[in-house]
């Protein structure tokens, strides 16, 4: 089956580092993507994998291991608008056949 | 990137009722997705529509309930029928490009609320 895990809620100060975990199980993987979404609003992409390692972009950073079906996102410096949730997804398939798997998301609240 | 408009933002409608749901891209693409967000969850495909053919729908969501509609490479719509207090959610629309490295983008998203 397809299953993707991470954290319901997390709590983080500001100007503090966090680190967002994501397990996948997936029949297929063409890369796993790290999106924010704010309440009301569409999700908006942070960050992409497809290769094992790490991806940094600016305060956010994103890692992979394919053998462990494994990734975290990394925020540095929070601020209080990280507050959102954060979604972990993997691209199933290729061509028409591709779809992306969604996690239930992260909660993250940054407190003064 | 791609900008799509999505439209109606929000509505409020009558349960037995139907409510279709637009899309429009600012570019050609292959496929097109429609997800539903209900409350605090993530997102969850409903179908997805490719220009020229029947959408796919996933396991749980059936063409009578959620006809789509692609005339073009541009343009989609996704229906909500007979409405019941339980369809209430976001309905968000989504494209992306087939190369491997491309995010997926999506519409602002429909508040629908049935009472």
């Known amino acids: 089956g397809q299953n993707i895990d991470q954290p319901t809620e997390m709590t983080a100060t500001e100007g503090a580092i966090v680190q967002i975990n994501c397990t996948y199980q997936?029949?297929?993987?063409?890369?796993l993507f790290w999106y924010q979404q704010h309440a009301g609003e569409a999700p908006t992409f942070l960050s992409y994998?497809?290769l094992d390692g790490l991806e940094e972009k600016g305060r956010f950073s994103s890692f992979l291991s394919r053998s462990k079906g494994y990734s975290y996102l990394l925020l540095k410096e929070l601020q209080m608008k990280d507050s959102a949730s954060y979604l972990c997804a993997v691209r199933d398939g290729a061509g028409n056949n591709r779809k992306l798997i969604w996690g239930l998301g992260t909660s993250l609240a940054v407190n003064p | 990137s791609a900008v799509i408009s999505q439209k109606p933002s929000r509505d409020i409608c009558q349960r037995g009722t139907s409510l279709t749901i637009q899309c429009q891209v600012d570019?050609?693409?292959?496929?097109m997705f429609w997800y539903r967000q209900q409350p605090g969850q993530s997102l969850t495909l409903i179908a997805t529509a490719n220009q020229g053919s029947e959408a796919t729908y996933e396991s749980g969501f059936v063409i009578d309930k959620f006809p789509i509609s692609r005339p073009n490479l541009t343009f989609s719509t996704l229906t909500v029928s007979n409405m019941s207090p339980e369809d209430s959610s976001i309905y968000l629309c989504?494209?992306?490009?087939?190369?491997?490295?491309?995010?997926?983008?999506f519409g602002q998203g429909t508040r629908l609320t049935v009472v």
């Open positions: 994998n497809v």
């Open positions: 570019s050609q693409v292959t496929m």
């Open positions: 997936t029949s297929g993987f063409n890369g």
């Open positions: 989504s494209v992306d490009n087939p190369g491997m490295n491309t995010e997926a983008f």
